[in-house]
C-alpha cells in the first residue's frame, strides 16, 4: 500500500496549518513526522484520516485519488489512527470499542461479542498486543488503552497506521512494548506514520523522517544521515540547545514539609502508602517514577484536589493539610496540573482569559467589580511572545490551540504568579525540544529567585536535567533520595523498578536502639 | 456469554458507599419497628387479593399488624447485616428495592390494622399510574442516552394528549387518535431535535420553550375550541381484553393480562427497549454517542443522524404516553391534566438509572405513592391523609438523594457535537 498526501494545505481562520505539503508513506516503511508545537502534525493526519477536510491538495491511496469527507470513508480505504487524545469510550469494554462501528451480529442486530473477540484475539497474539477483552477501559493503564487504539485500527484492516504523539504518556517499559509492535507491523507490511517529540525513539525506528516548521515541510531525512541535534535544529529553524545550564542549588529552609501521608484513589485503594519529605527554598526536588505509583495521587493531595487520608502537610510554618486550591493560591503556592485538559484550562474560554484564570480578581486585572479587558489583554500578548505560544490571536478558544501549546499557555499562567512553591507534574509532556528547554530555564531561573521547585516526572531526562535531590517513588512509598551529584541513570533506574538500596542509608538523626523507646 | 454485554448498569461501589447502604438498610429496619411495630395495636389487617375473571379466588389474608411489622424490620436488619458483613457487590441496587418494598409493605399493614383492604385495587390502581410515568421515562432513555437532554417529556404528553383526543374523536377512531397523538409527540420533538442538534440552543432553554408551548396552545385550543365543540372531546377510550388463559390466573392474571393495548404496549417497549439498547449494535451505537460523541465519529458513525433519529423515537414514546391519559384512560383532555406527571417521569428516568427497567420499577414507586393517597382517605387513619402520603415520597427522595446518590449519567449528555 502506498499512501500519498500532494500539496495538502488546510487553513483555520487566522492560521494556515499546512501549507502545500507533501508527504508518502509506503507497506513496510515507518516515516516519521516531526516539528515545533504548532507545526501542523496533527492537522495534517486528520486530514488524512478525513476528520478535516483539506482546504486544497489531494490524496492518493496507491496511485488512485481519494475523497476523503470523513472517517468511514478514510477507514474503508485502509487508513487507521491513534490519536493524541485516546478515542475511547471509558465506560466500555475493549471488545465493544473495538467492534464499534463495524459490529459482528447474529440476527435481531444482536451483537456477538464472542465472534468479535475470537478476532481480536487472533489480531492481538499475530502482532504482540496483549489485551483482555472483556476489560473496562477505564480501569485499564494507558500504555493497555493505547493497544486497544492499535487493535481498532488492526481489526478494520488498516493498512496504513498513524500514531500521533503515542509514546507521550507511556512509561519506558511501555514504550519498549511499542517499538516492538511497531515493528512487527512494519514486517507485516503496513505503512506506519509516527509523530514523536522524542528525538530518540525517532532515530530509532524510523525508515524516513519528515520535519515540518509552521505547517510547511521543510526537510527531509533518514536516522542515519542525522542526529538528534540536527533534528532539533531543522525543527526550531535556529539552533536549540538540548541542556539547561544550571549552576549548584544552595537549599535555605524548608517550604514544604509531607510527613507520613496516606492517600487513596477512586476506587479507594490505598496508593500512597506514609510517604514524607521536605523542599527547600532554592531547589529542586524531583519525584521521579514509573506513572502510576501514586505521584499523581499525592500531588492531587498536596494541592486540595483530593482528599488526604493521614498525614501531614506544612508550608513554612503553617498546616496546609487538605487546603483548597485558592488557600495554597493564596499562600503563593503555584500548580502546573498533569491533565492538563481537565484541570489546567477552560477550552471554551478564550486564551487571554485562560491566562488569567488565577489572577482575575488582582490588580490590574481587576478594578472594583469589573476586569479590566485591556490590562487582561495586554498581559495575554506578552505570555504568548515570551512562551511561543503558537495562536492567530489572544481572542482565540483555547482549545483551538494544539496539544502542545495548551501546555505552553498554562505553565505560562503559574508562571506569573509570585512564588514560594512551585509544584510542577509533567510539566514538559508532549512539548517540543525548543519548548522543553524554555521551561527548564524558566523553572531553574524560579528556583534561583528563591522558590522551591516540586518536580513530578516519568522522564528521566527530565529529572537528570533539572534535579539538585530526587526521591524516586514506588508502589506508592518513596524507595529512596539522592542527591543529584549521587544519581546515575542507572541507579534511579532500578529504584524506578523498584529495587531498593543494597545497604540502606540509617535514617538521619540517628534513633537510640533498645526497648522501652 | 453475553451477560458481559451490561455494562450500562455496572458501576463501582466504594467500600464507604457499600457501608451506607447497610447502615440505612438498618435504619429503616428500626423505623419499621418503632413506627409500625410499636405503633400498631392488637388487630389484624386483612388484605383480599382477588380480581374479577379468576379460575378460582384466594383466600383473604389475615395477619397480625404488629407481629408482621416485627418480621419485616428483622428481614430489613438482616439484609442490612449481610451488606455490613460482606455486601451485596453490584446487585445491590436489587437488595435496595427489596428493603423500600419492605418497609413500604410494613407501612401498609400498620395502615390496615383493624381493618381490610382490597390488595388487588391498589396494585391495579399502581401499575395504571405507572403507565404514562414509564412511558415518559422511556422517552427520556432514549434522548438522553444519545446524548440530548430531553426535559420537555410534559410538554410532549400534553400536546400529544390533546391531538389524540382531536384526532380521535374527529376520525371517529381510536388507533387513528393513537398514531395522531404519537405523531404530535415527533412533531414537538423534531424541533427540539433541530433546536438543540442542529442550532446547538441550551437543551434546557429549548426544553423550556417547548412545554411552555404546549401548555399555552393546548389550553388556548380547549377554551376556544373543545369548550364550544363538546364532540371534539369524546374520543371514547380503548376497551380492556383478556389474553385468554393466563388472565385467569389468581391476582397476577387480572392485573397484568387483562388490560387494554397500550398498556400492553408499555410492558413490551421496557422489554423492546432494554433489550436494544444494551444487545444489539444500534444500542451501542446510540451509547457511544452519548458518551462520546467524537470516539464515535471518528469509527465512521454518523453522530447528528443518532441523535435526530433517537429523539424523535423518543418524543414519539412520549406521545405514546400522552395518548394514554386521555385515549387510553380517561377518554377526555382537561386543560393542563399531564399536571406534572412528565417531571415525574424525568425523576423514574433517573432513578431507575436510564435504564428502562428500572425506569419501569421506579414509576411502580411513584404509582404506588399516588394510590396510596386515595386509599389511605378510606382506611381512616388517625392521621391527615395528605400527611401520610408524603411518607413513600420522603423515602424515595432520601433513596434517590443519599443513597443512591449518583447516577452515571451519559458523559455527553446535554452537549451539542461540533465537528471541526
Ligand atoms: N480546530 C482548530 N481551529 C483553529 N485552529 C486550529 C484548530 N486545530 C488546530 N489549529 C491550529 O493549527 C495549528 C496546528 O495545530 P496542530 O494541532 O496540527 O499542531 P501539532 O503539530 O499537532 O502540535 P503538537 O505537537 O503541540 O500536538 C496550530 O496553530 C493550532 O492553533
Ligand atoms: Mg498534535
Redesign the pocket.
Known amino acids: 500500500m502506498k499512501v500519498e498526501l500532494r500539496g495538502v494545505t488546510k487553513r ?2 487566522g ?1 494556515v ?1 499546512n501549507r502545500d505539503v507533501n508527504l508518502t508513506v509506503s507497506g513496510g516503511e515507518v516515516v516519521a513526522l516531526l ?10 493526519m486528520n486530514v488524512l484520516f478525513g476528520l478535516y477536510e483539506a482546504t486544497e491538495g489531494e490524496i492518493y491511496i496507491d496511485d488512485q485519488k481519494a475523497e476523503f469527507s470523513s472517517p468511514a470513508d478514510a477507514i474503508a480505504a485502509g487508513i487507521g489512527m491513534v490519536h ?1 487524545h485516546f478515542m475511547l469510550i471509558p465506560v466500555f469494554n475493549v471488545i465493544e470499542n473495538v467492534m464499534l462501528g463495524l459490529e459482528e451480529t447474529k440476527g435481531m442486530g444482536r451483537l456477538d461479542e464472542d465472534k468479535a473477540s475470537e478476532r481480536l484475539l487472533s489480531l492481538s497474539r499475530e502482532h504482540g498486543l496483549q489485551v483482555e477483552p472483556y476489560a473496562v477501559i477505564e480501569d485499564l493503564p494507558v500504555g493497555v488503552q493505547q493497544r486497544v487504539e492499535i487493535l481498532k485500527a488492526l481489526y478494520r484492516n488498516a493498512d496504513c497506521l498513524i500514531l ?2 503515542p509514546t507521550a504518556v507511556l512509561t519506558p517499559d511501555e514504550i519498549r512494548d511499542l517499538i516492538g509492535v511497531i515493528q512487527s507491523l512494519k514486517d507485516a507490511g503496513k505503512a506506519i506514520i509516527f ?1 514523536s ?1 522524542k528525538l530518540k525513539e525517532v532515530l530509532e525506528i524510523a525508515d524516513q523522517i519528515v520535519v ?1 516548521r509552521r ?1 510547511e515541510v521543510v526537510g527531509t531525512t533518514t536516522p542515519s544521515e542525522t542526529n538528534e541535534q540536527e533534528l532539533a535544529t531543522m525543527m526550531v529553524g535556529r539552533d536549540v540547545q538540548l541542556e539547561v545550564s544550571k549552576t549548584p542549588s544552595e537549599p535555605g529552609t524548608a517550604v514544604l514539609r509531607v510527613t507520613d501521608m496516606h492517600v487513596r484513589d477512586d476506587r479507594e485503594v490505598k496508593v500512597v502508602n506514609g510517604v514524607s519529605f521536605e523542599v527547600k527554598a532554592k531547589e529542586i526536588l524531583a519525584i521521579a517514577g514509573v506513572q502510576g505509583n501514586g505521584q499523581t495521587q499525592l500531588i492531587e493531595a498536596l494541592t486540595g484536589l483530593r482528599k488526604v487520608e493521614s498525614g501531614n502537610v506544612t508550608l513554612g510554618d503553617e498546616d496546609v493539610t487538605g487546603a483548597s486550591p485558592a488557600t495554597l493560591f493564596k499562600m503563593d503556592v503555584a500548580h502546573i496540573p498533569e491533565d492538563r485538559q481537565a484541570d489546567g484550562m477552560i477550552g471554551a474560554f478564550s486564551i487571554a482569559d485562560n491566562l488569567v484564570l488565577n489572577t482575575y480578581r488582582e490588580r490590574p486585572f481587576s478594578k472594583g467589580i469589573l476586569t479590566d479587558r485591556s490590562a487582561i489583554q495586554r498581559s495575554a500578548t506578552k505570555l504568548i511572545e515570551d512562551f511561543d505560544i ?3 490571536s489572544a481572542r ?1 478558544p483555547a ?7 495548551q501546555q505552553k499557555m498554562i505553565v505560562a499562567r503559574e508562571f506569573t504568579h509570585a512564588q514560594r512553591l512551585l509544584i510542577a507534574s509533567q510539566p514538559t509532556r ?1 512539548l ?1 525540544v525548543g519548548s522543553i528547554q524554555y521551561i527548564h530555564a524558566r523553572i531553574v531561573a524560579q528556583r534561583d529567585e528563591g522558590a522551591g521547585v516540586l518536580l513530578v516526572s516519568s522522564e528521566l531526562d527530565e529529572i537528570m536535567a533539572l534535579a539538585d535531590r530526587i526521591a524516586v517513588m514506588c508502589a506508592g512509598e518513596i524507595v529512596g533520595v539522592l542527591d543529584r551529584a549521587d544519581a546515575t541513570r542507572e541507579k534511579v533506574g532500578r529504584l524506578m523498578a523498584g529495587v531498593r538500596d543494597e545497604a540502606p542509608r540509617p535514617p538521619s538523626p540517628p534513633v537510640a536502639e533498645g526497648e522501652g523507646s | 456469554m453475553s451477560s458481559h454485554s451490561a455494562t450500562v448498569t455496572t458501576s463501582r461501589i466504594s467500600p464507604a458507599r457499600a457501608r451506607g447502604f447497610g447502615i440505612f438498610f438498618i435504619f429503616l429496619a428500626v423505623a419499621m419497628a418503632v413506627l409500625f411495630g410499636m405503633g400498631s395495636g392488637p388487630d389484624s389487617a386483612t388484605f383480599g387479593l382477588n380480581g374479577p375473571d379468576q379460575f378460582a379466588d384466594l383466600p383473604t389474608v389475615e395477619i397480625p399488624a404488629a407481629g408482621t411489622a416485627y418480621f419485616l424490620a428483622v428481614v430489613a436488619a438482616f439484609l442490612g447485616g449481610m451488606q455490613l458483613a460482606r455486601g451485596f457487590g453490584h446487585r445491590i441496587y436489587l437488595v435496595l428495592g427489596v428493603v423500600v418494598f419492605l418497609f413500604i409493605f410494613a407501612f401498609l399493614v400498620w395502615a390496615t390494622e383493624d381493618n381490610s383492604l382490597n390488595l388487588y385495587g391498589m396494585l391495579q390502581s399502581t401499575l395504571l399510574r405507572a403507565i404514562p410515568l414509564t412511558l415518559g421515562a422511556i422517552s427520556g432513555v432514549l434522548c438522553e442516552k444519545s446524548g440530548v437532554v430531553n426535559i420537555a417529556i410534559e410538554g410532549m404528553m400534553l400536546f400529544s394528549a390533546f391531538m389524540g383526543v382531536i384526532i380521535g374523536s374527529a376520525s371517529g377512531n381510536l388507533w387513528i387518535g393513537l398514531i395522531g397523538g404519537a405523531l404530535a409527540g415527533g412533531v414537538l420533538s423534531s424541533v427540539l431535535a433541530v433546536l438543540s442538534i442542529r442550532y446547538r440552543v441550551d437543551q434546557i432553554i429549548a426544553g423550556t420553550v417547548l412545554n411552555i408551548f404546549a401548555l399555552g396552545i393546548t389550553s388556548y385550543l380547549t377554551a376556544r375550541v373543545l369548550v364550544e365543540y363538546q364532540n371534539l372531546n369524546n374520543p371514547g377510550t380503548f376497551r380492556q381484553f383478556s389474553i385468554p388463559i393466563v388472565s385467569k390466573i389468581p391476582l397476577i392474571g387480572p392485573l397484568l393480562f387483562r388490560n387494554n393495548i397500550l398498556i400492553f404496549l408499555t410492558f413490551v417497549l421496557v422489554g423492546a427497549v432494554w433489550f436494544g439498547l444494551n444487545k444489539t449494535r444500534w444500542g451501542l451505537r446510540v451509547r457511544a454517542v452519548g458518551e462520546h460523541p467524537k470516539a464515535a465519529d471518528t469509527v465512521g458513525i454518523n453522530v447528528q443522524r443518532v441523535r435526530y433519529r433517537n429523539v424523535i423515537m423518543g418524543g414519539v414514546v412520549a406521545g405514546l404516553a400522552g395518548a394514554y391519559l386521555t385515549l387510553g384512560s380517561v377518554g377526555r383532555f382537561d386543560e393542563n391534566m399531564t399536571a406534572g406527571k412528565g417531571f415525574i417521569a424525568l425523576a423514574a428516568m433517573l432513578f431507575g438509572r436510564y435504564n428502562p427497567v428500572g425506569a419501569f420499577g421506579a414509576a411502580l414507586v411513584f404509582g404506588f405513592a399516588e394510590s396510596l393517597q386515595n386509599k389511605l382517605a378510606i382506611l381512616n387513619v388517625g392521621i391527615s391523609s395528605e400527611l401520610l402520603a408524603m411518607a413513600p415520597y420522603l423515602a424515595t427522595l432520601l433513596v434517590v438523594a443519599g443513597v443512591v446518590g449518583r447516577t452515571r449519567v451519559p458523559a455527553a449528555d446535554g452537549v451539542p457535537y461540533v465537528k ?1
Not at chain 1, 399 to 405: D, V, Y
Open positions: 483555520f481562520p492560521v496549518a516539528g515545533e508545537n504548532g507545526a501542523g502534525k496533527s492537522t495534517l493524541q500521533d504523539e509523530i517529540h515540518l505547517g503558537r495562536t492567530p482565540s482549545s483551538t490551540l494544539s496539544g502542545g501549546n508532549g517540543d | 471541526e
